[in-house]
């Protein structure tokens, strides 16, 4: 399957000064060259940027269109990947303030609030100006209306898998807590009119979710991980009542989970595991738990922390 890779700078809101960097691999059609719908999406948030460093194997796994095409690599030809990189970066710290409402100015969550639903809206936004600019480059100036061709093979929608690394981690916290509050069955209702390369809507957007990975995600504040009881108990009983269940997999290296200065990562880390598996009991294995440790036994470094986006293993 031949594919689209580019990076495009996207504005979310029309009056906003500030852009997201947005790199992507996209499937492509055989013929004529158009987008086909994917079998899933996975989308990868980014975290703080690393400045000055002389280590190629961190500026390689820096870059966000080499690591759409890891995406690639581990999770198929046939799925769209997206790398996303926050607007605003107070000197390396990135700042998700669209997708997260209550934050430090240096981009640390104060609090995890599903009300408005920002970082699903805010993402079904900017993935659909992102495609719309991504359309209008691969056509060119062909006057033909764009159209979406499915693959024989898809017999259901695509489904999402959501990344975070380090810092983006927070953005898979606040996706999950709007996950609890969603309407699940509107959702499907409205996901079954057609076809979609990307869900045109929160709810769909929320429905879709079929993967949650945590890589190597810490802060240096509490908040890394979800820890609401309350919402990952309305997540497991929205699960009774959804058609498709989710893999949580932890990723993790001795940076993060084995760092003494900020303990608060591992137990924020256990703590989830454990009530997503209390949570697993209730809905007849639609929650799904994997935990893998990277690089055990080895000092704790820099490069460890972006090689794991290289070795991790999705499956």
């Not at 759409?68 to 198929?76: D, Q, R």
């Not at 809905?283 to 794991?308: A, T």
Request: aromatic letters at 8%; glycine letters at 6%; one cysteine or more.
């Amino acid at each position: 399957m031949d594919r689209w890779t580019g990076v495009l700078k996207i504005q979310l809101y029309p009056n906003s000064k500030t852009l997201y960097r947005v790199a992507a691999s996209l499937a492509l059609s055989s013929s004529p060259k158009n987008l086909a719908v994917p079998s899933g999406n996975a989308i990868f948030f980014c975290g703080d940027r690393v400045e000055k460093t002389d280590n190629p194997v961190i500026g390689r796994l820096s870059n966000p269109q080499t690591i759409a095409e890891i995406l690639v690599s581990k999770f198929g030809g046939s799925i769209n990947a997206y790398v996303i990189e926050a607007s605003i970066f107070n000197g390396p710290f990135a700042v998700y303030k669209d997708f997260i409402p209550s934050v430090s100015e240096n981009g640390e969550p104060k609090s995890y609030d599903a009300t408005g639903f920002p970082a699903s809206a805010s993402l079904v936004m900017l993935l659909s100006k992102f495609l719309a600019e991504a359309k209008t480059i691969i056509l060119g100036k062909q006057k033909e209306p764009y159209q979406a061709e499915a693959s024989a093979s898809l017999s259901c929608k695509p489904k999402t898998a959501l990344l975070g690394f380090s810092k983006g981690g927070t953005i898979l916290n606040q996706l999950l807590t709007e996950l609890a509050f969603s309407d699940v069955q509107s959702a499907e209702i409205s996901a079954n009119k057609n076809d979609w390369i990307m869900p045109t809507s929160k709810d769909q957007l929320l429905n879709s979710i079929a993967e949650i990975h945590y890589v190597d995600v810490g802060l240096n504040s509490e908040g890394a991980y979800l820890t609401d009881k309350d919402v990952i108990d309305r997540i497991s009983e929205l699960l009774t009542r959804r058609a498709n269940g989710i893999r949580t997999l932890f990723h993790g290296t001795p940076r993060q989970w084995c760092d003494e200065r900020r303990i608060w990562i591992r137990k924020e880390k256990n703590t989830l595991v454990r009530l997503l598996q209390k949570a697993a009991h209730k809905n007849m294995g639609k929650l799904q738990i994997r935990e893998r440790l990277y690089f055990p036994g080895k000092v704790p470094d820099l490069q460890m922390h972006f090689e794991i986006i290289d070795v991790m293993d999705v499956t």
